[in-house]
């Protein structure tokens, strides 16, 4: 059967674009739709940073009757792009029927508008922005997603690797019982860490947010720099995660540990929206939002009461390198789940955690969290030829890099 291809140029093309997730999925109980403002924020040059140093664009596909049959966005960010081996842009919010060829023209359609724009290779499905939220292709643990982690059909998979992608790293997501004790190690490490002298764990409110968005920019700055294709967060993309968490934020989600006042390390948890978003069907009226704002007062009292709020989810937590082995990453947790327990959360999804950070993996065993799914982000090389797999981080490596650094401000300080 022939298709036809379209680029999303017009408020038609654009509907039809939202209209794709609900046919794939008309009847599937697990599947959230995500807000449909929400998506449309990240392809809006205005309210997406990204369009400063990249691009993107979206596509729908037809068949000879007109029916929707799939769709896909494509994307390329020139300061990440050029740090791999070679030019790689990616592919993202894909949908499509079970037919190998509708999904080989979308794929072909992205690999074609990449290729304009100097890209060698693609990575999906990924995101137009951070990979905290709609990043990977969901293989296993097909149940009902945590806000901002991406759902697909089980066949999306084969599509994919029928189409020549290669897996390129795994990410698992695990669950935490919290109406259960953590392990009483974590309690006793929490307690010793409060009792130093210096150390101090400390919660933003609404109005501190801006400083602790400065906070979360210097330890993510510090403790991401050893990673692969690694950028440094600007000030504008703070500015727009700050504007973003103060209609989401929960003060016991948020906690931040401090050393002698330097900023040390942070976790950043979410409430599940999904779980009142669902019944959405992603739209957001002007009476829903005002109904939404009125029953999260209170940090989302109305929601925790009635029980339609219970989850919650990790969707990053970083510590400095030099404080990486003060227990920090243990008091972080205790704090949070402690006080998220008393008021009511059942259970946190800490997710992702890509198959290259072992030490974070490890993490996660030994507070109990329990594996819950599965995502695992592609690529693909339009030559054919091999790449190299993301690499493993090596603690043992970057901790040598951190006292040589240490070594060499000393050294310029006895200067």
């Known amino acids: 059967m022939p298709y036809f291809i379209e680029e ?35 392809f809006n040059p205005q309210t ?43 592919v993202g919010f894909f949908e499509c029927i079970n037919n190998q060829e509708a999904a080989d023209m979308l794929f072909n359609t992205a690999k074609e508008w990449l290729t304009k724009n100097g890209m060698l290779a693609m990575d999906g ?24 982690m991406p759902y697909n059909k089980p066949y999306y998979r084969e599509l994919f690797e029928n189409y020549g992608f290669k897996l390129f790293f795994e990410q698992i997501s695990n669950e935490l019982d919290i109406s259960q004790p953590l392990p009483e190690r974590f309690a006793k490490i929490s307690q ?26 210097e330890v993510y700055n510090d403790a991401w720099q050893f990673h692969e294709n690694f950028t440094p967060i600007s000030d504008e993309q703070i500015e727009k995660y700050v504007k973003r ?27 599940d929206l999904n779980q009142i978003f669902k019944p959405l069907k992603g739209s957001f009226s002007i009476f829903q939002k005002l109904l ?11 929601y925790r009461k009635n029980k339609i709020l219970t989850r919650g989810r990790v ?38 955690v890509g198959d290259f950070n072992p030490k ?6 030994g507070v109990g969290a329990k594996f819950v799914r599965k995502h695992v982000t592609f690529r693909i090389r339009f030559d054919g030829k091999e790449w190299s797999r993301s690499e493993i981080i090596a603690v043992d490596t970057r901790d040598k890099i951190v006292k040589e650094r240490e070594e060499q401000l000393k050294k310029k300080e006895g200067e």
Not at 23 to 35: K, M, Q, S
Not at 125 to 145: A, H, K, M, R, Y
Not at 292 to 302: T, Y
Request: net charge neutral; proline share 4%; charged share 20%.
């Open 48 to 90: 997406n940073v990204y369009f400063s140093h990249g691009n993107a664009t979206r596509f729908i596909l037809k068949d000879e009757k007109g029916n929707l049959t799939g769709r896909i966005a494509v994307f390329y960010n020139s300061k990440k792009a050029f740090n791999f081996e070679i030019p790689t842009g990616g």
């Open 192 to 217: 010793w860490i409060t009792q130093k002298e210096g150390y101090r764990f400390v919660r933003p409110n609404l109005e501190q947010l801006s400083l602790f968005g400065k906070a979360f920019q």
């Open 315 to 352: 969707i990053i937590m970083g510590v400095k390198p030099k404080f990486q082995k003060y227990g920090l990453e243990s008091g972080l947790i205790y704090q949070s789940v402690t006080q998220a327990a008393e008021m009511g959360f059942e259970k946190i999804e800490l997710s992702w």
């Open 125 to 148: 499905p990924i995101n137009f922005s951070e990979n905290d939220n709609f990043w990977g292709l969901l293989v296993e643990g097909f149940s009902q997603p945590a806000y901002g």
């Open 360 to 365: 974070m993996r490890a993490l996660h065993k």
């Open 8 to 42: 999303v140029r017009d408020n038609s093309s654009r509907s039809a674009f939202y209209k794709v997730q609900h046919i794939i999925y008309a009847g599937d109980e697990n599947w959230v739709c995500p807000l449909d403002e929400e998506i449309e924020s990240i």
């Open 245 to 271: 968490f103060r209609f989401i934020a929960i003060d016991a989600f948020l906690p931040f540990a401090y050393v002698n006042d330097e900023p040390a390390g942070f976790i950043i948890c979410v409430p």
């Open 292 to 302: 939404f704002w009125w029953r999260s007062r209170n940090q989302f009292e109305w």
